[in-house]
Nanobody, 121 residues
Framework: QVQLVESGGGLVQAGGSLRLSCAAS????????MGWFRQDPGKEREFVAS????????YYADSVRGRFTISRDNAKNTVYLQMNSLKPEDTAVYYC??????????????WGQGTQVTVSS
């Protein structure tokens, strides 16, 4: 069983930055990929970024590539999302995700509760 807890969301002006963190807890023997999805009311869930356990494979949505950076610290069971040059269209609830299978179209098994990111014009 795995629990994921996000933090770091908030309100920022366009062009600003935020860093999201997701801490995993619970006894785990598997080496999970971890990533982030986001969703606004009335819109489909959108893949943002993911990283494999080893960190050797990283994927970004086209909409965030070059602005967001995903990283992880396996010793702390934590994944991070550094978000720079934020735009109003980045406004959403951001959800941490983890699993043995985690792709752009197939999320991992475990989800965090979400953290709100709001970017003002």
């Amino acid at each position: 069983q795995v629990q994921l807890v996000e933090s770091g969301g908030g309100l920022v002006q366009a062009g600003g930055s935020l860093r999201l963190s997701c801490a995993a807890s619970g006894r785990t023997f598997s080496m999970y990929a971890m990533g982030w999805f986001r969703q606004d009311p009335g819109k489909e869930r959108e893949f943002v970024a993911s990283i494999t356990w080893s960190g050797d494979s990283i994927y970004y949505a086209d909409s965030v590539r070059g602005r967001f950076t995903i990283s992880r610290d396996n010793a702390k069971n934590t994944v991070y999302l550094q978000m720079n040059s934020l735009k109003p269209e980045d406004t959403a609830v951001y959800y941490c995700n983890a699993g043995t299978i985690l792709t752009m179209t197939m999320p991992g098994r475990y989800w965090g509760q979400g953290t709100q990111v709001t970017v003002s014009s």
